[in-house]
């Protein structure tokens, strides 16, 4: 065990409108209930572009990144179930097992997860900059970092012979796309399903609806290219944005990207008593609008799905557990492998809407 402070680096989020930057910084080492992480995988996923474009708002003065995966380099005092050389996947929320929603079993509405707020209290600061400024850690994990210190609460250990970049997306993209198929909509075999919009999320949810024997499964995105990628993923059938109509009417309908336009597309291809499942988040305040006479005479559902209403304790080791025995594809799903360096041109590419997901191997 160190008490020593290491030298690392990390993607450093100043405010909208700045261009983060890869800053050299010091981290503490791990305290009571903590573990020292080492990157191993982070996803670049729409959250991080919505922080950095200013349509979320969030706090400056941390390292970013909310997807990833990592080797356990040291434990904390009364950390059980982690050693050093664990591969563990990082939760972005960390449920603190105490409080309303956790009673509930809702995890994924806590209000105080551990390492809440981004790290910036300072008890749970551990980043420093050379000034000794201290910084916070995106959602408790920051993980375009090379190291972090996080809640040995928000490290869910997965089978080790989960490839890193795979076990990455498992951290959000995979189990919000995958949970809102299960969890959320709670889609039965035979049951019909369209997903809109398939970018990490929206793939994984049709992945999910495969797996869980819905038939059939629709996808619908403005790409061709994706919907080459939503056959590979198992789709029964493909179709480009302006081609969806009411005939696509299914039991379940699952938007995925967050656009107005696409939520309100959302409403109108359930059938009549079908539900429709919002999981693309859009920038903060905006609002959508649906026929409410069709709406209520047709009896139809609308539920919001946050983190794939998971538990990540017990979703993402069983989503590994479905990877390594070949029944979800999410190879698929990695785009590129880039550096910490290429962070920038990923954004772009997300910008134009291309490709699937990006991933940071360290
Ligand atoms: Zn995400
Ligand atoms: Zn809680």
Redesign the pocket.
Known sequence: MSDEAIATRGVVFDGPGRQPSIEELTLDPPQRGEVLVQMAAAGVCHSDLHVVDGEWERPAGVVMGHEGAAWIEQAGERVEGLAAGDLVVLAWTA?????????RAE?W?????DGSNHRLRPEDQRLRRPSGEPIGAYSGIGTFGEHQVVAASAAIKVDPRTPPEIAALIGCAVTTGIGAIRNTAQVKAGESVVVIGLGGVGLSAVMGAVAQGAHPVTAIDRSPAKLELAVRAGAHRVLLAGEADASAGADHVVECIGMVETVEMAIDLARPGGTITLVGMTPQGLRASFDVYRFVEDGRVIRGSNYGSADPATDFPRIAREYLEGRLPLDLLVEERIGLEQLDEAFAAMRRGDGARRVIVY
């Open positions: 449920p603190c097992r105490a409080c309303e929603a956790c009673h995890p509405l806590c209000v105080t997860p």
